[in-house]
């Protein structure tokens, strides 16, 4: 068990090693029952992005993470899984990671369930580590339960054209900041910082979020999407609506009753895209994804620790690059 | 908020009525997103059996219940009501305490959301009281995942009609009586006992929930459907096979292929009832049921508290006279 074997602390790179290894063995070492589901899910492998921010925001003086940053890194990402995993039950979704997504392959009631387990096994590796932080569990409840009503506001608000850029904002700041957000206090508190500067690290987080999932919603209008594939993974297959097509109905209101149709086609979906970036509606949404980077670039370059500072902006220009 | 009125300790009957409003407040205190499913989920009251199991055992040597064992009582109840929700998407049921079930009303994909957000609702409360016991957060976790094993045992045993007694016995252990366990085990360990006692109790509560599940299975055996309704809420309707079926199979093993239809009509079930009965399944069912009820009875009359000798034995009482 590599659980058992993890250094008292280590470097940042090896961190992020035992993250993806312990994430691995986690899921791995369970009953048969849901074996084979574990193995379809770690065959894909994430960015773990959630857990880098927490390692870094652990990080102490000495350039050092913790292992119980390994652990909670390990907690993070299999909450996100479990996130992303009831996800695709809710918006049907075939493809995750570039894999069949797990509802798709092993049907949407399993996935449930598994969505389930997924919860429990990141709630075991947190419990272990929350002996030495009891007071700070309700902040991994507070994170979870904001999750939950992002995702029940994006799906209440499927389909509707009439989406205001405010309740967007509210959507993803529940469904993807909240988590950044938590990840980045997390490590703060393993890392003994006072609650004032964890909440610190916890705005970073969040507006680094903010910028994420705004690129993210960025790039589903940036290609076309393939023709001949029979299934489509696009926000607008999903009817999920983003700020480029909030930005270019605002523009173009006539656009909302070709939206309103149920199954675009393939042809639909690629005509309705090359019309919201003709308008202008990505490029709008860059500039409210551009003012939450440097809001964050901003944050981190307050920072006095070196080693944050770098790791951090690293992190967000890789966010940025992909994004762009 | 009836959360910061508790008394620090209070009778069992007191403890009782003050679980049930906590239940309800702490659902109806949400975001106006949930607000309407969280009316309907309140709507209906349960028993709270687990929740009473948790206050018994919870018991101080004068007979009150501290201010710990309400919320945990709340939670165990709250995390209850998250598995229906879910099962109730996995088994396509309609109804759920005589209402319309939550799936049914709202849809599925809201149900799988809704159930997510009461885990993290129950799991707050947790975390509001672990506090004091950081160390036996593993329990819950642990009790959590055996429910989703068992969910996902029973869900890849639908409709089979080669399933062993053995592995009926495995699927309820985890469906049913892990939470009867953990609600007798952390009522004990709230009620400061010994590790060693909460284990013994953890024990009674095991015994009791297989009476339970046994008894509950039995009684979805013990009268006609109603034939003219649409939907039938019944095992055989929704696949499930529990241990009368079982039992009539070995004695009579024509009877799968009658079994294997898939959706059998009312008439079809009734008929399949009445066989069942004929052939001895539900006696024979009762008799397993039986030996943990006795097994549950001399585990409580070796308990020193007359206290909670009484009121456990009231609730096994109930539980045996209803299932009779």
Known sequence: MIKNQLAEKTTYQSAIEAVRLLMKETLLDTDELVLEMMQHLTAADGKNLRARLLLVSALDHEGFVPRDAV?????????????????????????????ASLQKRFGKKEAVICGDYLFCISLALVAEISIRYPEKLKEFTQAMTKICLGELRQFKHNSDTDLSV????????????????????????????SDKEARFMARIGYNMG?????????????????????????????????????????????????????HLSPTEINEIIAEVVKVGGVSMAYDVAEKYYLKTRKMINVLVDENKKLHLNEILDRIWKVGN
């Open 71 to 99: 652990i909670a890194g390990a907690a993070v990402e299999i909450l996100h899984l479990a996130t992303l995993v009831h996800d695709d039950v809710i918006d049907e979704a075939e493809i995750r990671r570039g894999h």
């Open 166 to 193: 405010l309740n967007y904002l509210r959507i993803i700041a529940g469904k993807t900041s909240a988590l950044f957000s938590l990840a980045m206090y997390s490590g703060a508190i393993i890392n003994q910082c």
């Open 210 to 262: 903010m910028a994420f999932q705004i690129l993210d919603d960025c790039a589903d209008y940036q290609s076309d999407v393939v023709t001949t594939k029979k299934s489509v993974r696009h926000d607008l297959a999903e009817e999920v609506v983003t700020l480029p097509l909030i930005y270019a109905l605002l523009k173009q209101p006539e656009l909302k009753h070709r939206i309103g149709q149920q």
